[in-house]
């Protein structure tokens, strides 16, 4: 289907397939929290949908690995001075 600049229409339809992909929180979802594309709710609605995507691939973080080169302190120039 195409929407053609009925934006209300393809996010109603955005929210009936976040609630078949699982997110539990798309029964209180409506177009217009979404119509701005930035904010608190956009923001939580990728998180659920990255982390139900990592849960259904069964990825598991592990612990970082450094080479003895990064195990130095380099970015403790916090204060963005120069050192001159």
Excluded at 44 to 53: C, G, I, S, T, Y
Excluded at 54 to 61: A, D, K, V
């Amino acid at each position: 289907m195409d929407y053609k600049g009925n934006v209300t229409e393809a996010l109603s339809k955005l929210i009936g397939d976040l609630r078949k992909f699982g997110y539990s929180n798309a029964k209180n979802l409506k177009p217009d929290q979404l119509k701005g594309g930035w904010g608190e709710t956009i923001c939580a609605v990728v998180d659920e949908l990255l982390n139900l995507e990592l849960y259904r691939r069964e990825f598991q973080f592990k612990e970082p690995k450094f080479t003895p080169d990064e195990d130095k302190d380099e970015g403790d120039d916090v204060g963005g001075e120069d050192d001159v």
